[in-house]
């Protein structure tokens, strides 16, 4: 497993821009497909994005779709998520999550074995 803790959160105005970086410990962050989740208050946790280990692969909620983008630096042990546009319904604790297996499960929770503390994100309007 790897350590990860996130940084970058805070409060964010609607239409702004904002980015999460969540730093992995350990030499092997490069073999984890990686991804950020959600849980809105009062609501289940919920994918955002993902990245495959190689950065040749990623994918979205739809509802972030155009919006948020997922980057890696695997020389940096660091994945990012540059947030655009948020609006109010994207206030959420985030959580970065590291997928040691296949990717195609990119949605499933059950697939991570690591994950951050979380940390919020709150959308004024």
């Known amino acids: 497993q790897v350590q990860l803790v996130e940084s970058g959160g805070g409060l964010v105005q609607a239409g702004g821009s904002l980015r999460l970086s969540c730093a992995a410990s350990?030499?092997?962050?490069?073999?984890?497909?990686m991804a950020w989740f959600r849980q809105p208050p009062g609501k289940e946790r919920e994918v955002v994005t993902a990245?495959?280990?190689?950065?040749?692969?990623?994918d979205y909620a739809d509802a972030v779709k155009g919006r948020f983008t997922i980057s890696r630096d695997n020389a940096k042990n660091t994945v990012y998520l540059q947030m655009n546009n948020p609006a109010p319904e994207d206030t959420a604790v985030y959580y970065c999550?590291?997928?040691?297996?296949?990717?195609?499960?990119?949605?499933?929770?059950?697939?991570?074995?690591?994950w951050g503390q979380g940390t919020q994100i709150t959308v004024s309007s």
């Open positions: 999550a590291a997928n040691p297996g296949t990717y195609g499960s990119w949605r499933s929770p059950m697939r991570y074995n690591s």
């Open positions: 350990g030499r092997t962050f490069s073999t984890y497909h």
């Open positions: 990245i495959s280990k190689s950065r040749g692969s990623t």
